[in-house]
C-alpha cells in the first residue's frame, strides 16, 4: 500500500492557487524469477484546486491500474518499469458556470535504483523517466449571468507530461531492541519537466504569460521500519518546489508492503 497527500501553494506573479491531492495504491507482486518481479496495482485519486480568489474551482476523482516489472540487474542496480492507465472524473466552476467531464490518459514509468556503502552508511541513486499523454472530453460550462442562461462549449483537449529526475539517497540502518532494523534517510533530487501543458507557462495577475524554470529541486525526509522477514513500513515527508520562489508543494508518504 501506497498513500500519498499532496498540498501546493502557488502564489508566483499575483495568482491565488490552492490545491491539495491524495492518492492510495494497492498493488501485489511475485517473484517470477531469482532476479525479476511482476506485479499490478490499483489506486484512486482526488484533488482540488481553486485560484483567482476563489472565482475558479476544479475537482477531479479518478483510478488507474499500472502492470509493472523490477529486474534486479547486478548486486547493486536495479531497473523497474510500469504501465499507467487512468480515467478521471473532472468537474469544474467559473465563476457561475459549472460543467464536467471526462478525462484519460496513458503513459509509463522507467527507474533505476543504485545501492552502494559509505562507510556505515547507504548511498543510493536514483533516474527516474515519466510520461504520460492525456485526453479530455468536450462539455459545456452552464450558468446564469446576471439572471441571463449562458452555456459555453468547450473543446476537447490533449498533452502530455513528461519527467525526467536524478535523486541521492542518504541513509544507515540501525538494530533495534526488538529484532528489527530502522532506517532513517534524506533524499535530494532534481526534477525536469521537459513536456508540459502549455509548455509549462501560466498567466499573470495581468494575464500576460509567465515562463518559468523546467527544473525543480525536491528535498526528501524520512524513515523506513523492517520488522522481522515480511514487514516494511515507511513513512517521508518532501518539500518539492526548491528554486521557484512563491510556490510550496509538500508532500507527506505512508508506505507498507506485507510479503506473504
Request: glycine share 10%; no cysteine; hydrophobic share 35%.
Amino acid at each position: 500500500m501506497d498513500a500519498r497527500y499532496t498540498d501546493i501553494s502557488d502564489d508566483r506573479d499575483g495568482q491565488d492557487l490552492d490545491g491539495e491531492a491524495q492518492v492510495v495504491a494497492v498493488g501485489v507482486d511475485r517473484w517470477v524469477s531469482e532476479q525479476a518481479v511482476a506485479g499490478v496495482s490499483f489506486s484512486v485519486d482526488s484533488s482540488r484546486s481553486d485560484n483567482f480568489g476563489g472565482a475558479w474551482d476544479s475537482d477531479s476523482d479518478g483510478f488507474s491500474i499500472s502492470p509493472y516489472v523490477a529486474y534486479r540487474l547486478s548486486e547493486r542496480w536495479a531497473l523497474d518499469a510500469s504501465l499507467i492507465w487512468r480515467w478521471g472524473d473532472n468537474d469544474t466552476e467559473l465563476a457561475t458556470l459549472d460543467g464536467s467531464f471526462d478525462t484519460r490518459s496513458f503513459g509509463g514509468a522507467l527507474n533505476a535504483h543504485g545501492q552502494y556503502r559509505w562507510g556505515e552508511a547507504l548511498l543510493r541513486p536514483t533516474v527516474s523517466l515519466f510520461y504520460s499523454r492525456e485526453r479530455s472530453d468536450d462539455y459545456d460550462l452552464d450558468g446564469k449571468i446576471l439572471g441571463i442562461p449562458v452555456e459555453v462549449e468547450v473543446p476537447g483537449d490533449s498533452y502530455s507530461t513528461g519527467v525526467a529526475s536524478v535523486s541521492g539517497e542518504l541513509s544507515r540502518i540501525y538494530h533495534t531492541d526488538h529484532a528489527g532494523l530502522i532506517m532513517p534517510y534524506a533524499e535530494l533530487g532534481v526534477d525536469w519537466a521537459f513536456e508540459q501543458p502549455n509548455d509549462g507557462r501560466y498567466l499573470n495577475e495581468d494575464l500576460e504569460w509567465e515562463d518559468p524554470s523546467d527544473l525543480t529541486g525536491t528535498l526528501r525526509t524520512g524513515a523506513r521500519w523492517f520488522v522481522g522477514e515480511a514487514t516494511l513500513l515507511e513513512a517521508s515527508a518532501g518539500y518539492l518546489s526548491i528554486g521557484h520562489d512563491d510556490l510550496d508543494i509538500w508532500e507527506g508518504r505512508l508506505y507498507l508492503s506485507y510479503r506473504f
